[in-house]
């Protein structure tokens, strides 16, 4: 595990020889039946203790106690985890793993604890192992996909598929190397695809630094396949750290790299590469002299960016970022996108000048006018950019290329949108904060007229709002502080863009009100035969009890009250989402005791299935169980079962059921993105070793990149 520190390793516990021994066979049949009692008596620790006692003296018992010892460890390691005593969790696992060290439950299980703790490599490799053990294991399966998920990403075999991306690199090193560039540092090496480029170019010293530790190891499993572990040094650690002559012998001619992010910065490249030019590099190459030794100078490939920016229209992105209510269908939502502005150049920089990188985050703020050349609503901005590998080569990410890369998306999150016209300008900031690129849409100009586009500091915005004022526009305007953006103020709340795209789903909360009507009406009647002529009361006697236990933020307990005669109770738990959702109740006239919020802890089967009072049972329970993503939350289907006994007479749990189709596909996506496909690709460098399952998420795809999934039938 990465911190140690959290868990200390025990030496083997020493065990006695079997001896036929009748104090012993005492001592054994006492604790075992002081385990038993104390398992029935719930004492799970106790119970642990007399277990672990009874299988070192007497391991012949293994097989007859195995399934009550693990109940016991379970249940014991849930109480420790709950009151946050995690080394002693560990110790637990440590000494159960060293009774039955081939167990796969127990190993599965200590994989959850190690993953819940952040520790994901450790946590992999226990799944891996319980797999390995008996490979139909189905929860080990599913934990070791998605953990696998976690630390493998998927552009990795996005990267090492793209040949063309491989191609243009391999040259660009080449050259370099043949012109004297001997010693490399390759900085985020992955797989070590670039290191190893170089050293088939002949560099005489190559090192290569990876912070990832899965990659780190992968690295060296390929390069052993390669039988290239002789000939690259690779290190483990954030070339930030590195120091020479700690962690390689010299300062090198050339550092090769492709740390770099969809919007260019997000890896860091500014900081890395300005720390390898003061500690890492040799100096720079002096004016134009082409005949200068560059084994005596550094340089750096990439030699440097331009970044690229483009205003769109795109549904699907705003759906994800702010309220909208759209008059078009939620089919015309997928994929795609408008440009409304020809591309514009946002940004050049010298990767191969040190004052140039430092400078980066002072250069003042620059304001771009761009003409409309399209009309439509302004969604995003969208950045790509090329990468000058040297000044005969370069990559591009732009949305017309055919490689790997996506574009980075810069959306607009005020709630009003704004359609622009084609004669407008539209006037975009751009800047570089802490070496992170920052894009803004600031103003249109239209008819003389400057508009201001920032609602959050300007209410007054004088633009064009789209939405009419249906009655779902009136609700959005009071969830106007909804928001997924990061650094807003303290008057807004964060959403996480799946929420908000389910927030926009008005078909989803339109079949839920009217199932939910339906259920009403029919408990009324039944209300009304049991006591005739009391007809509706509003003692809370008679009220209904709902209960929401979707996750994250949701709507559905607000409309469950907005029907009357209802009491809902929200399990949505943070505090500033909970306000908005009693600000929009006090709008909708829903009486503030009629909606409450549910302390729902998803992990405590008691807390989540409590009843809402002694007398009353729920008359509806709403169980969220699948994901916006198209998995099924597999927990919540089992307390789906749990539940049911908590309704009342004729009480509904919604879904009501739930069809899962199936249909077959082909998709190139998938397969670039699960393994290396085949050694073309890769210049002849094998990664047997790096492969991925395919883990089926559904099919949602984001940003500009289009889907090629082609049903089959
Ligand atoms: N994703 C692109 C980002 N590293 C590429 O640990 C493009 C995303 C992407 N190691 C779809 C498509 C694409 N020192 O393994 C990583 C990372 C490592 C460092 C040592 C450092 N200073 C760093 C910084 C990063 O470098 C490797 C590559 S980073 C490339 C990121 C296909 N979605």
């Known amino acids: 595990m990465p911190n140690t520190s959290a868990r200390p390793k025990h030496g083997r516990r020493t065990r006695r020889r079997r001896r036929e021994d009748p104090a012993r066979n005492e001592l054994v049949s006492s604790s075992l039946e002081s385990a038993q009692q104390c398992l029935f008596n719930q004492d799970y620790g106790t119970a642990f203790v007399h277990y672990l006692l009874v299988l070192n003296l007497a391991p012949m018992f293994k097989d007859f106690a195995r399934e009550s010892f693990r109940f016991t460890l379970f249940k014991w390691t849930e109480e420790l985890d709950s009151v946050g005593r995690i080394q002693e969790l560990f110790d637990c696992y440590e000494q159960a793993l060293e009774l039955f060290p081939a167990d796969e439950v127990i190993l599965n299980s200590m994989g959850e604890h190690l993953f819940r703790m952040g520790f994901r490599d450790e946590a992999a490799g226990h799944f891996h192992k319980a797999l390995k053990l008996r490979p139909d294991y189905p929860e080990a399966r599913e934990n070791f996909y998605r953990v696998a998920n976690w630390l493998v990403e998927r552009w990795h075999f996005l990267m090492l598929n793209d040949h063309g991306r491989n191609r243009k690199y391999q040259q660009a090193i080449q050259k370099a190397v043949q012109s004297g560039c001997n010693t490399v540092l390759d900085i985020g090496t992955g797989t070590g695809i670039l290191g190893m480029c170089a050293k088939k170019a002949g560099a005489a010293e190559v090192y290569a630094c990876e912070l990832s530790k899965t990659m780190y190891e992968l690295a060296c499993e390929v390069l052993t396949a390669n039988k290239m572990d002789d000939s690259i040094k690779i290190v483990h650690m954030k070339s930030l750290e590195m120091e020479v002559p700690k962690d390689i012998p010299q300062k090198v001619s050339l550092v090769v790299t492709e740390t770099v992010d969809a919007g260019l910065f997000g890896e860091g490249i500014i900081e890395s590469l300005i720390h390898a030019w003061h500690h890492l590099l040799l100096p720079p190459q002096r004016g134009e002299n082409e005949f200068q030794d560059q084994s005596a100078t550094g340089r750096v490939i990439p030699a440097g960016a331009t970044v690229f920016g483009m205003a769109l229209e795109s549904l699907e992105i705003r759906r994800h970022h702010r309220l909208c209510v759209s008059e078009r269908d939620s089919a015309d939502c997928r994929g795609g996108y408008k440009a409304l502005t020809e591309p514009f150049t946002a940004l050049n920089i010298d990767f191969n000048n040190v004052q140039e990188l430092e400078g980066l985050s002072s250069r003042a703020v620059q304001r771009i006018r761009l003409p409309v050349t399209q009309g439509g609503e302004l969604d995003a901005l969208a950045v790509w950019f090329q990468l000058h590998l040297d000044e005969d080569s370069s990559l591009s990410t732009g949305p017309e290329e055919d490689t790997c890369w996506e574009q980075a998306i810069y959306p607009v999150h005020s709630t009003k949108g704004f359609v622009l016209k084609p004669q407008d300008e539209l006037v975009v900031e751009v800047s570089c904060r802490d070496a992170f690129l920052r894009l803004c849409s600031v103003a249109v100009l239209r008819d003389g007229r400057e508009i201001c586009l920032d609602t959050l500091q300007d209410p007054q915005n004088t633009g064009d709002p789209v939405s009419n004022q249906t009655p779902e526009a009136e609700l959005c305007t009071a969830l106007a502080c909804l928001q997924t953006e990061q650094n807003q103020t303290k008057d807004f709340c ?153 309704l009342e007479d004729g009480g509904s749990i919604f879904p009501a059921k739930i069809v899962v189709q199936g249909i077959l596909v082909e998709s190139d996506t998938l397969l670039l993105e699960s393994a290396v496909q085949g050694q073309e690709a890769t210049l002849g460098i094998q990664h047997r070793s790096v492969h991925q399952p395919v883990h089926c998420t559904g099919p949602c795809v984001f940003g500009l990149l289009h889907t090629r999934v082609q049903a089959s039938q």
């Open 494 to 646: 964060m959403l996480e863009c799946s929420e908000m795209a389910l927030l926009n789903n008005r078909e989803y909360h339109q079949s839920f009100s009217s199932a939910l009507s339906k259920l009403i009406s029919q408990m009324k009647v039944k209300c009304q035969n049991k006591e005739p002529g009391s007809g509706v009361q509003s003692d809370s006697a008679d009220l209904l009890f709902v209960l929401d236990v979707s996750e994250g933020f949701s709507l559905l307990s607000l409309i469950a009250a907005s029907h009357g005669h209802v009491k809902a109770f929200s399990s949505v738990e943070k505090v500033k989402q909970q306000e908005v959702l009693k600000r929009l109740a006090q709008s909708n006239n829903v009486p503030e005791q009629h909606l409450e919020f549910w302390l729902n802890n998803m992990e405590d089967e008691q807390g989540m299935l409590k009843r809402p009072s002694r007398e009353k049972l729920w008359s509806a329970i709403i169980l969220d169980c699948v994901e916006t993503c198209g998995l099924i939350r597999q927990k919540l289907m089992e307390k789906a079962s749990l539940a049911r006994c908590l």
